[in-house]
């Protein structure tokens, strides 16, 4: 397999995946990263939304949701730290729905004394794992 490069995924909980795989797609801060074997180092944040790891001999890719954290590359090595990772299997639309509303109920509510900041994040991870759902799902998986 001189062709990959191996994988990490990991949440502060456990980890989400290991492996080597041809590619991997994520969000990063300043866009959507691709990365192939051989990628020149690199060290970014990352923002909420899918990661799409290529894994030799699979047709499907494997679909990871994280929630913001830190991507580290090197020429044989992909290393993702995320502050929150779910497997694409495990998504819940309705959990993720319930947290954009109340997100939203809370943005919108003079009366409460929350943390803007903090309800802001909330709506932009639900927002993105609610597209991270759809795209799963378009996928036929």
């Known amino acids: ?31 959507e990263l691709g990365i192939y074997p051989r ?17 030799p001999g699979q047709a499907e890719d494997e679909f ?13 090595t992909v ?8 497997r694409g ?12 509303r109340l997100a939203e109920e809370a943005l919108t509510n003079q009366e409460s004394k929350i943390d803007y900041a903090k309800a802001q994040s909330e709506l932009t991870t639900a927002i993105a794992q609610l597209a991270a759902i759809h795209r799963l799902r378009s996928k036929g998986r």
């Open 1 to 31: 397999m001189a062709n990959t490069i191996h994988v990490d995924v990991v949440s502060a909980e456990e980890l989400i995946f290991s492996g080597e795989a041809e590619f991997v797609a994520l969000p990063g801060e300043a866009g």
């Open 39 to 55: 990628h020149t180092p690199l060290i970014t944040r990352i923002r909420p939304g899918a990661v799409r790891i290529k894994v």
């Open 64 to 76: 990871v949701f994280v929630a913001g954290g830190l991507l580290e590359v090197q020429p044989d």
């Open 79 to 86: 290393t993702i730290l995320a502050d929150t990772a779910i």
């Open 89 to 100: 299997a495990d998504l819940d639309e309705a959990k993720a729905t319930e947290a954009k």
